[in-house]
């Protein structure tokens, strides 16, 4: 049932059951509140969401009074903004003030409501009480419980979302602690949603401490490429510098507001260090490392080999987009009429596996996206690794694209090695591990943060990506951009045996 309210005076229709602070929420209307997190239950804690109600005696928490009809709500009148002032002056009474050594400065609740509605004449004199600081309580975890307001926001993690019941607040008064149970530390695959969700600089990051300051760090808004659920993140980069920091997930009905710590290390393969970055051919001597070689000079060479070659095939692994599947499928089996195309998929991996909150055994972002597109091509095919049977096979140009994130292919390795040990093979990937081997050409592609595209998760749900920079070489292309080159490459290659 809709019921219609006020707040500061325009009107609005809520759902029966709704709260102030989710309405207001719903139409962008400021609430400063710590406790109080769309993804876990109503703790009431922190006193900070207060509003005013026409007709009743006291302020109300926002978060946990339920719309009523005719309600008129005030969010920003003097009494509420003077109970803002004094909820953060309680607030701040232990905290400490080491706001410019803080990883969480930029982003943190505490410093950005103070600068809004903060006293800044403090009345609070007392010594602060000291508590513990810099404590590894966990995987990717550091607590530094004095900065901790004990909102409890990741007590109800611990207990709403995982389960796993690892943190509680002991004590009471100002002697209250946060912490972890008697000699047990915090070891799940999601713990890094506690740095999230940590309105504060209690908890944070291993991986992210110290390393950027966030305001010299922009957002892409693209999709975790880690697994077969598709999580919506924020993947934080510096466009200048070519550089990737970290991953925070994104509200998505897929992943609510969460997402696992494997997903979160699906930055580290983009950066420089591990990529190709350019395109290689084998040196004279196949036993020596391959040479770099212009991109334009290796697709030239493989459309010569494409007119030579009598069996050719191409192994594909689910790590690239509908778009990049389209355009290399069109190319190869609706322009060419190869139809040997091969699933490459890692051999230890259980597709029906499944964490019971986000993370999937299928650790490929687009394994339905890649048997649709086949099967628009004519080719029916059910999800597995057809490695050793295009290995077996007798054919005399491979074309591979290998996995972008080889960390999901457990065994790695030994494919590479078969890989290189058949007759003719243009191997096309983004990870610089693949130059250990020997091909005849190696290809240079962009890695899913430099490009927009389309995965389909393990529920046929569709997952966009959105490019974060350019890539990090420009020798660097995308599948759909090789394929367009290559298709170039051949047809003047026939119009040049037409014409002689
Ligand atoms: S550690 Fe952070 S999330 Fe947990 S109670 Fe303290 S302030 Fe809240
Ligand atoms: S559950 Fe899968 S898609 Fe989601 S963050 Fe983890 S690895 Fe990425
Ligand atoms: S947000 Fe409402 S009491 Fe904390």
């Given at each position: 049932?809709?019921?219609?309210?006020?707040?500061?005076?325009?009107?609005?229709?809520?759902?029966?059951?709704?709260?102030?602070?989710?309405?207001?929420?719903?139409?962008?209307?400021?609430?400063?509140?710590?406790?109080?997190?769309?993804g876990?239950?109503?703790?009431?804690?922190?006193?900070?969401?207060?509003?005013?109600?026409?007709?009743?005696?006291?302020?109300?928490?926002?978060?946990?009074?339920?719309?009523?009809?005719?309600?008129?709500?005030?969010?920003?009148?003097?009494?509420?903004?003077?109970?803002?002032?004094?909820?953060?002056?309680?607030?701040?009474?232990?905290?400490?003030?080491?706001?410019?050594?803080?990883?969480?400065?930029?982003?943190?609740?505490?410093?950005?409501?103070?600068?809004?509605?903060?006293?800044?004449?403090?009345?609070?004199?007392?010594?602060?009480?000291?508590?513990?600081?810099?404590?590894?309580?966990?995987?990717?975890?550091?607590?530094?419980?004095?900065?901790?307001?004990?909102?409890?926001?990741?007590?109800?993690?611990?207990?709403?979302?995982?389960?796993?019941?690892?943190?509680?607040?002991?004590?009471?008064?100002?002697?209250?602690?946060?912490?972890?149970?008697?000699?047990?530390?915090?070891?799940?695959n999601y713990?890094t949603n506690?740095?999230d969700?940590?309105?504060?600089?209690?908890?944070?990051?291993?991986?992210?401490?110290?390393?950027?300051?966030?305001?010299?760090t922009q957002e892409a808004q693209t999709v975790c490429p880690g697994c077969a659920t598709g999580c919506a993140i924020d993947l934080a980069f510096?466009a200048?510098?070519?550089?990737y920091y970290r991953i925070k997930p994104r509200f998505s009905e897929v992943n609510a507001h969460w997402m696992c710590n494997f997903g979160r290390g699906m930055y580290m393969h983009l950066n420089?260090?591990?990529?190709?970055?350019?395109?290689?051919?084998?040196?004279?001597?196949?036993?020596?490392?391959?040479?770099?070689?212009?991109?334009?000079?290796?697709?030239?060479?493989?459309?010569?080999?494409?007119?030579?070659?009598?069996?050719?095939?191409?192994?594909v692994t689910p790590q690239y987009t509908v778009e990049d599947y389209r355009a290399?499928?069109?190319?190869?089996?609706?322009?060419?009429?190869?139809?040997?195309?091969?699933?490459?998929r890692?051999?230890?991996?259980?597709t029906?596996?499944f964490d019971?909150v986000l993370w999937r055994g299928d650790q490929n972002p687009n394994s339905r996206g890649l048997l649709e597109v086949?099967?628009?091509?004519?080719?029916?095919?059910?999800?597995?690794?057809?490695?050793?049977?295009?290995?077996?096979?007798?054919?005399?140009?491979?074309?591979?694209l290998?996995p972008q994130v080889l960390a999901t292919f457990?065994?790695?390795?030994?494919?590479?090695?078969?890989?290189?040990?058949?007759?003719?093979?243009?191997?096309?990937?983004s990870a610089?591990?693949?130059?250990?081997?020997?091909?005849?050409?190696?290809?240079?592609l962009t890695c899913f943060a430099e490009q927009r595209g389309t995965y389909r998760n393990y529920a046929g749900v569709e997952r966009q990506l959105h490019a974060a920079t350019s890539p990090v070489?420009?020798?660097?292309?995308s599948i759909t951009?090789?394929?367009?080159?290559?298709?170039?490459?051949?047809?003047?290659?026939?119009?040049?045996?037409?014409?002689?």
């Amino acid at each position: 049932m809709s019921i219609a309210i006020t707040i500061n005076e325009e009107e609005f229709t809520a759902e029966q059951g709704q709260t102030v602070m989710e309405l207001a929420q719903q139409h962008d209307i400021y609430i400063p509140h710590f406790c109080w997190h769309p993804g876990l239950s109503i703790a009431g804690v922190c006193r900070f969401c207060m509003v005013e109600v026409e007709g009743r005696p006291k302020l109300e928490i926002a978060c946990n009074l339920p719309v009523t009809a005719g309600m008129q709500v005030r969010t920003d009148s003097e009494p509420v903004q003077e109970a803002h002032k004094w909820a953060l002056e309680f607030h701040l009474i232990n905290h400490p003030l080491d706001c410019p050594i803080c990883d969480q400065a930029g982003e943190c609740g505490l410093q950005d409501y103070y600068m809004q509605v903060g006293k800044y004449q403090a009345q609070m004199t007392q010594a602060k009480v000291l508590k513990p600081k810099k404590l590894d309580v966990g995987v990717d975890l550091v607590l530094d419980t004095e900065r901790c307001i004990l909102c409890s926001r990741c007590v109800r993690f611990e207990d709403e979302v995982t389960k796993s019941g690892g943190l509680g607040i002991f004590d009471r008064g100002d002697r209250a602690i946060i912490g972890t149970y008697q000699n047990k530390r915090i070891e799940h695959n999601y713990t890094t949603n506690l740095v999230d969700i940590c309105p504060v600089g209690a908890f944070t990051s291993k991986d992210f401490r110290f390393k950027k300051r966030v305001w010299f760090t922009q957002e892409a808004q693209t999709v975790c490429p880690g697994c077969a659920t598709g999580c919506a993140i924020d993947l934080a980069f510096n466009a200048d510098l070519k550089r990737y920091y970290r991953i925070k997930p994104r509200f998505s009905e897929v992943n609510a507001h969460w997402m696992c710590n494997f997903g979160r290390g699906m930055y580290m393969h983009l950066n420089v260090e591990q990529r190709l970055l350019s395109a290689y051919s084998a040196a004279e001597d196949a036993h020596k490392p391959m040479l770099k070689t212009d991109t334009a000079h290796i697709v030239q060479a493989l459309a010569e080999q494409l007119q030579q070659a009598q069996q050719v095939a191409l192994l594909v692994t689910p790590q690239y987009t509908v778009e990049d599947y389209r355009a290399l499928l069109a190319f190869f089996v609706g322009k060419l009429g190869i139809r040997n195309v091969h699933q490459w998929r890692s051999r230890q991996e259980d597709t029906e596996k499944f964490d019971g909150v986000l993370w999937r055994g299928d650790q490929n972002p687009n394994s339905r996206g890649l048997l649709e597109v086949l099967a628009e091509f004519g080719i029916d095919k059910q999800q597995g690794n057809e490695f050793d049977t295009l290995a077996a096979g007798n054919y005399d140009l491979v074309i591979a694209l290998a996995p972008q994130v080889l960390a999901t292919f457990a065994d790695i390795e030994t494919d590479l090695q078969k890989l290189q040990e058949l007759p003719w093979v243009s191997l096309w990937a983004s990870a610089k591990q693949v130059l250990d081997y020997r091909y005849q050409q190696v290809l240079a592609l962009t890695c899913f943060a430099e490009q927009r595209g389309t995965y389909r998760n393990y529920a046929g749900v569709e997952r966009q990506l959105h490019a974060a920079t350019s890539p990090v070489s420009a020798e660097i292309m995308s599948i759909t951009a090789l394929v367009e080159k290559l298709a170039a490459c051949c047809k003047a290659q026939e119009d040049e045996h037409g014409s002689s």
